[in-house]
């Protein structure tokens, strides 16, 4: 069970989607792809792709029986705010980016991320990528679950560091792996720029410099990053690094394996 390193999976599905066009504008409200009424009210129909992948959403309602109060850690009676004008972690709201991604792509996320990147990479099959009994959805006449971008209330991703450290090597790389560009070229980079009004945050990528996420400051001209949060297993620890190097930036992924 990775918690919630799985997010930074779930961005990366995203990074296909703009890939294969089905994503041309990050800044395009997400409620004119997405039908159904989860962006249709006055506080969510603004959303846009970009702040479903910075958290800065701000919306409201329910989804697979749990509203978005469940997971608001910074005050569950506060006023809510316009769309990009105040960040949350909150899993709800992950949770509608994997919705809207699987109405976007039509098809199952894991079905997309295997195809697109973890076979190209060489990982196993041994992982797994899952939803609530909850979370099924009408695609087009299919049955299809919806996947979590955590291990809240259940779901989310299994997988082995070796197929962690396959994936922290592909943005080693920049996205590209043995030759083939598997994401955009600058998709790292804008993965892992901070959001303006949350400079630990940027694609569901986050800061692993301060201990609490929403009270981070940086501290040195540098920022280390990872996968959503460090991702422990045994004795083995993943993470990125993303730091400032005469003016340039350099992306560090630490583990205990050798390169591929």
Sequence with gaps: MTFSVTKSYLSTVAALAEREGLLPDLDRRVGLDVAGDLFDSPQNRDITWRHLLQQTTEWEGTLFGK???????????????????????????????????????????????????????GASDSWSWNGYDTSFVDLEGRRVQSVSGGGHWGGGLFISTRDHERFGYLFLRNGRWKGRQILLDDWVARATTPVAIQPNYGFMWCSTRAASVSRARPSRASSRWAPARRARFGSTRNTTSWSSRAGSKALTWTASSPAF
């Design 67 to 121: 509203p978005d109060t469940a997971d608001r850690r910074r005050g569950i009676d506060r006023t809510l705010q316009r769309p990009g004008m105040f960040w949350e972690y909150n899993d709800v709201r992950v949770n509608l980016l994997a919705l809207s991604l699987l109405h976007l792509w039509k098809k199952p996320l894991p079905r997309i991320l295997k195809e697109e990147i973890m076979d190209p990479i």
